[in-house]
Nanobody, 118 residues
Framework: QVQLVESGGGLVQPGGSLRLSCAAT????????MSWYRQAPGKERELVAT????????NYADSMKGRFTISRDNAKNTVYLQMNSLRPEDAAVYYCHARGVWLGRVYWGQGTQVTVSS
């Protein structure tokens, strides 16, 4: 059974930082590209960042470039999202997403809430 468990969300002031983690079990982690998505109330889910299975390549949504950093530790089956200079518009539920390199299987985590407010 595949599980993606996010953690690290919470309340932060504008300009602050948070580090999200997503621990994966039940899959061969190194065979999955990993992504973070987010969904704010009343808005569609949007892609935040992606990292390839080996960690050799990353991609970010334009509004996150320079502020967010995605990384992974394949030895720990964990992907991270370091978020700096947070803005109120970054508030959302952040979801971990895995896509298999070979068969394209997709898995989602349950999400972690990020609130940016003074």
């Amino acid at each position: 059974q595949v599980q993606l468990v996010e953690s690290g969300g919470g309340l932060v002031q504008p300009g602050g930082s948070l580090r999200l983690s997503c621990a994966a079990t039940g899959l061969i982690f190194s065979s999955y590209d990993m992504s973070w998505y987010r969904q704010a109330p009343g808005k569609e889910r949007e892609l935040v960042a992606t990292i390839t299975s080996t960690g050799g390549s990353t991609n970010y949504a334009d509004s996150m470039k320079g502020r967010f950093t995605i990384s992974r530790d394949n030895a720990k089956n964990t992907v991270y999202l370091q978020m700096n200079s947070l803005r109120p518009e970054d508030a959302a539920v952040y979801y971990c997403h895995a896509r298999g390199v070979w068969l394209g299987r997709v898995y989602w985590g349950q999400g972690t809430q990020v609130t940016v407010s003074s």
